[in-house]
């Protein structure tokens, strides 16, 4: 119930969605918008109700990256002062699948913003890259890491070195995005996808996106013995009885989220 500025969020069902909504300049990331989303997002994770999160653009854009008026007459101290990259950390911390839902153009910050999602559903109109060399500047807010971390140091260095442009082609090539979709029905479809991880149960989803995200981070062995722990862990909650059991009495689990 918060009045956003910057973004539009609605629920449907069981999904939680969260719209950057600046379209006249292409949702370009400010200040203000990245703190209303951070907001949106942890009230979404809060919400015993939503059980997956979408994050898309309004307009002809996901986003354009961050605010270049905002930025352009900052001084090293200021921003060192500010550091105002440092919140984006908190998206690491939403416990939620977060699937990012991507038309036209995701560059700079923006591809930042989508890279911190679960997953990615694109367009066949999205473009993808970090524009910030040709700024005389780089990506800050974790480009060189997750896109390294994602597609490895051949294609991050041409990319973000060059500047230039990913397709969704290319993009989905490469393993950055999960699929594309006309962009007509980019939502629907989205929403169709969260709709099933919404239905499994939830304490599952919550410690499978916990345990993947830790094979970024840890070294084989252990991110093994993080997974084996929440595995063991799962057999506390009553949906690994109903659904062992669902399965042996050959009908659909009822999922209750303890
Ligand atoms: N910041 C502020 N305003 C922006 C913006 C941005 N990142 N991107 C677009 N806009 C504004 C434009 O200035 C324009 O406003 P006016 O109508 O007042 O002129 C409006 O949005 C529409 O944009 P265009 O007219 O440029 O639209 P286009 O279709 O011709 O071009 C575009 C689209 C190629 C995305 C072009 O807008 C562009 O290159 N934008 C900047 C992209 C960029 O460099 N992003 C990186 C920012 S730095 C960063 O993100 C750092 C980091 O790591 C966090």
């Avoid at 449907?12 to 200040?31: F, M, S, T």
């Amino acid at each position: 119930n918060k009045n956003y500025e910057m973004i539009e969020t609605s629920v449907k069902g069981q999904v939680g969605l969260i719209e950057l909504n600046r379209p006249k300049v292409l949702n370009a990331l400010n200040r203000q918008m990245v703190s209303e989303v951070l907001s949106a997002m942890e009230a979404y994770d809060e919400n015993a109700d939503i059980k997956v999160i979408i994050l898309a653009g309004k307009g002809r854009a996901f986003a354009a990256g961050a605010d270049i008026d905002e930025m352009m007459d900052a001084d090293a101290v200021s921003m060192e002062t500010l550091n105002q990259f440092t919140d984006w950390d908190r998206l690491a911390w939403i416990k939620k699948p977060v699937i990012g839902a991507v038309h036209g153009f995701a560059l700079g910050g923006a591809f930042e913003l989508a890279l911190c999602c679960d997953m990615l559903f694109a367009a066949e109109n999205a473009e993808f890259g970090f524009p910030e060399v040709n700024l005389g500047v780089m990506p800050g807010a974790g480009g060189t890491q997750r896109l390294t971390k994602l597609v490895g140091k051949t294609k991050a260095m041409e990319w973000i070195l060059s500047g230039k442009r990913i397709s969704a082609k290319d993009a989905l090539h490469h393993g950055i995005i999960n699929s594309t979709f006309a962009e007509e029905v980019l939502m629907e479809e989205t929403l169709k996808f969260a709709d099933t991880i919404a239905n499994q149960a939830p304490i599952a989803v919550r410690l499978i996106k916990e345990s993947i995200l830790k094979a970024v981070d840890y070294p084989l062995y252990e991110g093994m013995q993080y997974e084996r722990k929440n595995f063991y862990m799962l057999f506390a909650t009553e949906d690994q009885k109903e659904g062992m059991r669902a399965f042996k009495e050959k009908r659909k689990p009822d999922f209750k989220g303890k």
